[in-house]
């Protein structure tokens, strides 16, 4: 069974009515990504408040909505720019790319319309403008690109270090033998393994396979408005026949998101029980799989 690609969204918005089409608002997005030097394969205009853009390998749909709820602080807002981005791949390592370009997506139309707040992509909450411009573009936003190409030369403003304390600074380092630069000299075996041939750093390879569960850990996680009520609904009813697992499909709703599949699952592992004790099989099944098992 193929897997539904999931849609990344976020959106800006606006406290007053703002005048602006949906074509200007996707010629924006179009050139922040060609100034990335991602390659745009198509621009559709589909009415006056709605356009599809197609970049690499992602959809990204633009919406106009008005008289929109939003969280707080303002619940209500007469305007909201809707952005929704998705991966055209199945691949788990697409989510950070997707949600890169829907970042960079907002960055550059926070800059040209200006709204009152950012949505964050997923999130329930909002953020000021201005908050969102210092996070993203620093101090000084006007020196930074906004989706038009910028031919400048960078300069640095920063002083280099005195020499004579620099020196000063390493010698008493190596007087007092720093663990920080003879850490590999103690460590000869390490040492060899990183010049042998496919040797991967413990650490990085730790931080991988924490990212790689992450990403199983919420892939079961449902965001559409359905699948999450048939989730609670149906730990609701596998909690009427059995509330011990009910309860903990409850906690983990909570806790972690709604998981079809796993209520799903435990509803289904719970009726075989049920049946298995109404027709009184239950201890003779119980003692097959204990001979299976063993």
């Known amino acids: ?20 089409d949906i074509v200007e608002a996707a010629n924006h997005v179009v050139r922040c990504f060609e100034t990335m030097g991602h390659r745009v394969a198509g621009l559709y205009i589909l009415s006056d408040v709605s356009a599809h853009v197609i970049i690499d390998n992602h959809d990204l749909h633009i919406d106009i909505k008005q008289d929109v709820t939003v969280p707080r602080p303002i619940e209500y807002a007469p305007l909201f720019l809707s952005l929704r981005l998705r991966s055209g791949g199945n691949d788990r390592t697409n989510r950070f790319a997707r949600d890169s370009l829907l970042a960079r997506a907002l960055q550059a139309l926070n800059t040209s319309l200006q709204p009152d707040f ?6 329930d909450f909002l953020l000021p403008s201005e908050t969102f411009t210092k996070a993203t573009l620093g101090p000084n936003p006007a020196s930074l690109p906004t989706g038009e190409p910028r031919h400048q030369t960078a300069t640095s403003c920063k002083a280099l270090p005195d020499v004579e304390a620099t020196n000063a600074i390493l010698q008493d380092r190596l007087s007092n033998h720093d663990p920080a630069i003879f850490e590999t000299q103690s460590s000869p075996e390490r040492l060899r393994k990183i010049f042998t041939d496919g040797w991967i750093d413990p650490e990085e390879q730790a931080a991988h396979e924490t990212l790689l569960a992450m990403a199983r850990e919420m892939e079961d996680i449902e965001d559409e408005a359905s699948r999450r ?3 609670w609904l149906l730990s609701f009813a596998v909690a009427l026949f059995a509330l011990p697992v009910g309860v903990a499909l409850l906690v983990l709703n909570l806790a972690k998101g709604e998981n079809l599949r796993l209520a799903s699952q435990a509803a289904a592992l719970t009726g075989t029980f ?12 119980m003692t097959i799989l204990k001979n299976i098992i063993t």
């Open 1 to 20: 069974m193929t897997k539904v690609r999931k849609w990344a969204k976020a959106g800006l918005v606006f406290s007053e009515e703002a005048d602006f």
């Open 229 to 231: 009520l048939s989730a």
């Open 274 to 285: 049920i049946a298995l004790q109404t027709f009184g099989t239950a201890a003779n099944a």
């Open 118 to 123: 950012v949505q964050w992509i997923d999130t």
